[in-house]
């Protein structure tokens, strides 16, 4: 497995210590949805927040682990939106700023956008396929 094989998410999660995390109330498992209310505070009358996001110095409380070491999200298969859609950068080829934002944040650099090998058989069209054309790493938190 090459480096750029590795999903950065698993050793950062600093976007989950940075941002709020708020969404729809109904996302929450009290109004069907699937989020542990019980992780969840109220933010206005349509949106809830995930606890601790919403604090002067954030941090999610589904958050395990020492971040920029090794990290998950112990509500990962039951994430809001809002975490699902949060793009690791240059996934699918895209940067994200506020990937950017939240490592530089914890003294993590920005990650880096990924280029092909040229030294794998090049030959083979799929190993000179630009980055935008690989799969998308998983978000891990
Ligand atoms: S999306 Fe970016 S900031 Fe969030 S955990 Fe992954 S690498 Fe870190
Ligand atoms: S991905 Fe998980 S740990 Fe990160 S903010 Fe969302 S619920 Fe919290």
């Not at 094989?5 to 699937?34: H, K, M, Q, V």
């Not at 003294?107 to 794998?120: C, I, R, S, V």
């Amino acid at each position: 497995m090459g480096q750029e094989d590795i999903n950065p998410c698993i050793t950062c999660g600093a976007c989950c210590a940075l941002f709020r995390a708020s969404f729809y109330w109904a996302e929450a498992d009290d109004a069907g949805g699937t989020v542990p209310v019980d992780l969840t505070e109220q933010l206005n009358a349509f949106r809830r927040v995930m606890k601790g996001t919403n604090d002067p110095s954030p941090r999610c409380v589904a958050l395990v682990g020492e971040i920029g070491r090794q990290i998950y999200c112990s509500i990962y298969d039951h994430r809001s939106s809002v975490c699902r859609d949060f793009p690791v950068a240059w996934e699918n080829g895209l940067p994200n700023e506020r990937c950017d934002k939240a490592r530089l944040a914890w003294g993590l650099p920005p990650l880096l956008q990924p280029t092909a090998n040229p030294a794998e058989t090049p030959d083979d069209p799929t190993t000179t396929m630009p980055p935008s054309t690989r799969p998308p790493l998983p978000r891990a938190a």
